[in-house]
């Protein structure tokens, strides 16, 4: 063999090398998998929860042309269960350090196993001053109760029913059959107010809760021109209604029992509750916590 045809060889064979080792490479990629992850190892983390959910905002009035804060806790329940109660309170928030009845009332609600949507109404203390009592009454005390005789808390009554409970309505599904509006003070008297104001065509609240209502010189004129004129529509009512009203050894409302009491409304259901070793800043947490208790059936 010469020497020219020894070199075609060799290069023939070097070639025949370099597909094999190619092949073999190819193969041994496709061939490796990676290892499967080794059972028991750590799960990936659960997906994150939007609740519960705390929101802050200002909502206007087109019926007196106000803007109130409303303050809204959602709970964690609201994950899974979109038909939750909405407990609205009203003076819910104090100053701008302060929560005041919102916070009480979740917490209450959290103590007695109560998933509800909390909304709290009106923060008449951020700036105090002498405009800020004067709003107050004007929103609250019906006309004959109030220097404000221009319907100030009929405006602010169509504000709480019509507006704020629309946003709560159209932002988060709840129980429409099961709202709950709480007042205390002054606001206990739009409480009572607004609850005798419900017809039967349009329940906007099933639960009511008036704690220390403080009619002062308004006892009279509630008793005798407010309520004698309300008597004929609230009787028609054909839905359940709860109302827990309470009173200190600062009050004394027992005037308004007994008219509830000779009206005898068959479809009203009522929780009269004397605190006689207790003043009126003491009574707030137990009343409140009796009247959700109960409102929603809670031993």
């Given at each position: 063999?010469?020497?020219?045809?020894?070199?075609?060889?060799?290069?023939?064979?070097?070639?025949?090398?370099?597909?094999?080792?190619?092949?073999?490479?190819?193969?041994?990629?496709?061939?490796?998998?990676?290892?499967?992850?080794?059972?028991?190892?750590?799960?990936?983390?659960?997906?994150?929860?939007?609740?519960?959910?705390?929101?802050?905002?200002?909502?206007?009035?087109?019926?007196?042309?106000?803007?109130?804060?409303?303050?809204?806790?959602?709970?964690?329940?609201?994950?899974?269960?979109?038909?939750?109660?909405?407990?609205?309170?009203?003076?819910?928030?104090?100053?701008?350090?302060?929560?005041?009845?919102?916070?009480?009332?979740?917490?209450?609600?959290?103590?007695?196993?109560?998933?509800?949507?909390?909304?709290?109404?009106?923060?008449?203390?951020?700036?105090?001053?002498?405009?800020?009592?004067?709003?107050?009454?004007?929103?609250?005390?019906?006309?004959?109760?109030?220097?404000?005789?221009?319907?100030?808390?009929?405006?602010?009554?169509?504000?709480?029913?019509?507006?704020?409970?629309?946003y709560i309505d159209a932002e988060y599904e709840n129980d429409q059959d099961s709202r709950t509006l709480i007042g205390y003070g002054w606001s206990g008297v739009f409480t009572t107010d607004a609850m005798f104001r419900e017809v039967s065509e349009n329940i906007i609240f099933n639960g009511f809760i008036s704690t220390e209502p403080?009619?002062?010189?308004?006892?009279?004129?509630?008793?005798?021109?407010?309520?004698?004129?309300?008597?004929?529509?609230?009787?028609?009512?054909?839905?359940?209604?709860?109302?827990?009203?309470?009173?200190?050894?600062?009050?004394?409302?027992?005037?308004?029992?007994?008219?509830?009491?000779?009206?005898?409304?068959?479809?009203?259901?009522?929780?009269?509750?004397?605190?006689?070793?207790?003043?009126?800043?003491?009574?707030?947490?137990?009343?409140?916590?009796?009247?959700?208790?109960?409102?929603?059936?809670?031993?």
């Open positions: 063999m010469n020497l020219k045809a020894t070199f075609k060889l060799s290069t023939r064979f070097i070639g025949l090398i370099i597909i094999s080792m190619t092949f073999m490479l190819s193969c041994g990629t496709d061939a490796i998998d990676p290892p499967p992850p080794p059972d028991g190892g750590i799960d990936p983390p659960p997906p994150t929860s939007d609740y519960p959910l705390t929101t802050d905002i200002s909502l206007p009035s087109e019926f007196n042309g106000e803007s109130y804060t409303v303050k809204t806790y959602v709970p964690a329940a609201y994950e899974t269960n979109k038909n939750l109660p909405v407990i609205y309170t009203l003076e819910g928030i104090q100053g701008t350090n302060s929560t005041a009845f919102f916070n009480e009332i979740i917490e209450i609600s959290q103590r007695i196993g109560l998933d509800a949507i909390v909304v709290a109404i009106g923060d008449y203390f951020a700036t105090p001053d002498a405009d800020e009592e004067e709003r107050r009454r004007r929103d609250f005390f019906p006309n004959g109760c109030s220097i404000d005789e221009n319907d100030g808390h009929l405006n602010f009554y169509q504000y709480v029913s019509q507006e704020v409970v629309a403080l009619f002062v010189s308004c006892q009279f004129f509630f008793l005798e021109e407010f309520l004698q004129n309300q008597i004929t529509a609230f009787s028609e009512i054909s839905e359940n209604i709860k109302f827990h009203y309470a009173e200190s050894n600062q009050n004394d409302i027992a005037w308004l029992n007994t008219f509830i009491e000779d009206q005898a409304y068959s479809f009203l259901d009522v929780d009269y509750a004397v605190y006689e070793d207790n003043n009126q800043e003491e009574i707030i947490k137990p009343s409140f916590e009796q009247g959700l208790k109960f409102i929603y059936n809670i031993e």
